[in-house]
């Protein structure tokens, strides 16, 4: 079996009794031997020497689990009043606190002392561009001579070590942990994703990063979030001085402005948009199938030109922000600027971004990791600045996510596709034709007249854009990024956008 999370190979014991004493615990009597080396909250991934961490989650209470640590070799139990009732037969030493979420990442950052400066921390946040500005400040590091380590919603990799990744963000034991094992390395700088719910759900606690960035923020979520305002304040939090340094915040969505007029961290600002103040900015130059060129002007006056492997305006936006995060935490920009002309501009691979997997002949086709109304904006006009032939867009939506997003993706499919293709895509365990119902409905609405056709299977889905479309054409399959299942009725199932549209390819004789 894969391993479940990354951790250091040669932790240092903390004592329970000092982990009681620092963290205000009642000490259980008898726990003066014990000593702990790592950390876990569930029944799946507890080493020996872990303090299991029991959290009252939305279905079970992971106290419950506590007879299974013991049984993989953890030491004790940290859990609520609630849980320590589940884990009193456990025959595990338990300590209370009031809300143990809350504590995991002091705790996890105590035991795994990841408190000193190393390795520098870059977060990134934001609704769309979160992945791609992590992978850019990699393969820019990298450029830089830096080793690193990285965790996004696809993966967490420190060197040629990586695992894939199931939550966009960890939780904060297996946060601290994979940082423990990029200190061991010799890790210089760490490029992490922050989501929203992972700031609201302590995921991020304990640590402090050197700078944070703030790509843009749109309708996602509002299943989590009353509305858009606490989603909003949920990304905030991470620009106060708790958890940041110093930021740079994008000013190509209004809400970059808001966040400049709240935030309580030295920021700096970037945009890529006419008409936009900031210090930064991003002259974007020319859009091509399989890269973006760009300058970015630095406040002094210095500029950069050089280039990024992906399409579209907010790939240069993307990698904008990624070297101004950078400069913001010390790395000289004409030291950047002379790696990029040196390796022929930015040397970064965004697995399933605007990832194009046709070859010279034939359709060009896309597999993106779009789900949200703007990303869905954004890409198909991208993809129309050098599309000669029709746009074909192939989509569906997640089901047990944010329903109210659905009419805005199927409407602006309709109004800037050629072609729409509305399949099944994850429909976890909602009714897939009940989510197709709303995205057909609100597609035909928005353009009666246009072409919307239905196709549950996704295979099918691809396949059939792939007859349609010739030489010229575009085709955009919107959703799966890099993901290698699907969701049905609760069971994951294989199932890889990218493998299905090589193989439709090759199949209609184009290359792929
Ligand atoms: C809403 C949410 O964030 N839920 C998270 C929460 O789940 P939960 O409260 O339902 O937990 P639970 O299943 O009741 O389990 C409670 C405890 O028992 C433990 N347990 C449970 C079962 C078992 O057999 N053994 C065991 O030990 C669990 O590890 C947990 O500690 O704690 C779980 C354990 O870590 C997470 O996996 C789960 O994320 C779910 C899968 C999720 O979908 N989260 C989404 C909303 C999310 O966080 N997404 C963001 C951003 C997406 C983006 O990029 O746009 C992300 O960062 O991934
Ligand atoms: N700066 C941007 N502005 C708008 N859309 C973008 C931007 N960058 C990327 N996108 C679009 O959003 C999609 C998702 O990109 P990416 O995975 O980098 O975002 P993310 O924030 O990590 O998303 P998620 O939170 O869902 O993991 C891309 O494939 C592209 O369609």
Redesign the pocket.
């Known amino acids: 079996m894969p391993a479940a999370s990354i951790r250091p190979l040669h932790p240092v014991p903390r004592s329970l009794s000092q982990l009681c004493a620092r963290f205000g615990l009642d000490a259980p009597d008898d726990i003066d031997h014990l000593e702990v080396t790592g950390v876990s909250i569930s029944s799946k991934d507890v080493d020996a020497g872990d303090l299991y961490v029991g959290i009252p989650g939305a279905r079970v209470h992971g106290a419950s689990f506590a007879d299974d640590a013991r049984a993989d070799g953890a030491v004790a139990v940290l859990t609520d009043a609630a849980g320590a009732a589940l884990a009193a037969d456990s025959g595990l030493p338990v300590l209370v606190t009031e809300d143990p979420r809350a504590a995991l990442g002091e705790v996890s950052a105590w035991i795994y002392r990841t408190d000193p400066d190393v390795p520098k921390l870059f977060g990134v946040t934001?609704?769309?561009?979160?992945?791609?500005?992590a992978y850019i400040l990699d393969g820019l590091l990298g450029q830089l001579g830096v080793l690193t380590g990285l965790t996004?919603?696809v993966e967490r990799r420190i060197g040629d070590e990586r695992i894939d990744a199931s939550l966009?963000t960890p939780e904060a034991n297996e946060l601290h942990a994979l940082i423990a094992r990029m200190r061991e390395v010799g890790v210089h700088a760490a490029s992490i994703?922050v989501?929203a719910q992972a700031i609201t759900r302590h995921r991020v606690d304990g640590l402090l990063f050197d700078v944070v960035g703030f790509?843009?923020l749109s309708h996602d979520h509002l299943d989590d979030y009353p509305d858009f305002a606490s989603y909003f304040e949920a990304k905030l939090e991470l620009f106060t001085p708790e958890r940041a340094r110093r930021g740079v915040v994008s000013l190509?969505s209004e809400w970059g402005a808001k966040l400049v007029e709240n935030t309580r961290i030295p920021v700096t600002t970037i945009t890529s948009k006419d008409g936009v103040e900031a210090d930064w900015r991003v002259i974007v130059g020319g859009q091509r199938g399989a890269s973006t060129t760009f300058t970015l002007v630095a406040p002094d006056g210095r500029s950069l030109d050089t280039s990024i492997p992906m399409p579209g305006w907010?790939s240069a936006?993307?990698a904008g922000l990624a070297i101004v995060m950078l400069v913001e935490s010390g790395y000289d920009l004409d030291q950047i600027g002379e790696a990029l002309e040196r390796d022929g501009g930015v040397d970064a691979f965004?697995p399933g971004?605007?990832e194009l997997v046709s070859g010279e002949r034939g359709p060009r086709l896309y597999v993106?990791?779009?789900?949200?109304p703007?990303?869905f904006e954004?890409?198909l006009g991208a993809l129309r600045e050098f599309t000669t032939g029709r746009l074909f867009m192939i989509f569906g939506a997640d089901g047990d996510r944010d329903a109210t997003k659905r009419p805005d993706m199927a409407r602006i499919a309709a109004e800037l596709a050629d072609v729409v293709i509305i399949t099944d895509y994850n429909p976890r365990t909602e009714d897939p034709e009940a989510i197709r119902r709303v995205l057909v409905d609100a597609a035909r609405a928005a353009r009666p007249e246009g072409e919307v056709l239905e196709i549950a299977d996704a295979r099918l889905g691809i396949r059939r854009a792939v007859e349609l479309a010739d030489d010229g054409d575009t085709i955009l399959v919107a959703g799966p990024?890099h993901e290698s299942y699907t969701e049905v009725a609760g069971e994951k199932i294989h199932y890889s956008a990218r493998d299905e549209a090589r193989e439709a390819l090759r199949e209609a004789g184009w290359q792929a």
């Open positions: 934001g609704t769309n561009g979160k992945t791609t500005v996004t919603t966009t994703e989501s790509t843009n190509d907010f936006a993307n965004v971004r605007l993106d990791y779009g789900h949200t703007d990303a954004q890409t990024g």
